[in-house]
C-alpha cells in the first residue's frame, strides 16, 4: 500500500505561480510512473505530467512549457511547478503512482486560478 499526500493547491490570480506537492509514503524510486492528473468541473480526468524512475518526463499539449514536473528521492516527493497559470488550469490536481500493477491516487488538491 502507498499514500499520496497532495498539498500546495489555492487561488492564484491569471498569470502567477503554484507549486504542487506529492509525498509518497514509499521510495519515489519503486514508483515505475508518477504523474499529475486534473479533473475540471464538468470534465474527465486528464493527465498533466508525469515522471518515471528514470527520469523521463511526458507533458500535456496545454501546459508544456508553463508546467515542469521534479522530484526529490531524499523526501519521496514529486513536485508540479506551475507558471504563467490561466483560468482555464482551474481543477482538482490528483497524484498518481504506478508501482508494479498496482496505482494509486491521492486525495487531491483545489487549483483555481481567478481574479
Known amino acids: 500500500q502507498v499514500q499520496l499526500v497532495e498539498s500546495g493547491g489555492g487561488l492564484v490570480q491569471p498569470g502567477g505561480s503554484l507549486r504542487l506537492s506529492c509525498a509518497a509514503s514509499?521510495?519515489?524510486?519503486?514508483?515505475?510512473?508518477t504523474g499529475w492528473y486534473r479533473r475540471a468541473p464538468g470534465k474527465q480526468r486528464e493527465l498533466v505530467a508525469s515522471?518515471?524512475?528514470?527520469?523521463?518526463?511526458n507533458y500535456a499539449d496545454s501546459v508544456k512549457g508553463r508546467f515542469t514536473i521534479s522530484r526529490d528521492g531524499a523526501k519521496k516527493s514529486v513536485y508540479l511547478q506551475m507558471n504563467s497559470l490561466k483560468p482555464e488550469d482551474t481543477a482538482v490536481y490528483y497524484c498518481?503512482?504506478?508501482?508494479?500493477?498496482?496505482?494509486?491516487w491521492g486525495q487531491g488538491t483545489q487549483v483555481t486560478v481567478s481574479s
Open positions: 514509499t521510495s519515489i524510486f519503486t514508483i515505475s510512473v
Open positions: 515522471i518515471s524512475s528514470g527520469g523521463n518526463t
Open positions: 498518481k503512482a504506478n508501482v508494479g500493477t498496482y496505482v494509486y
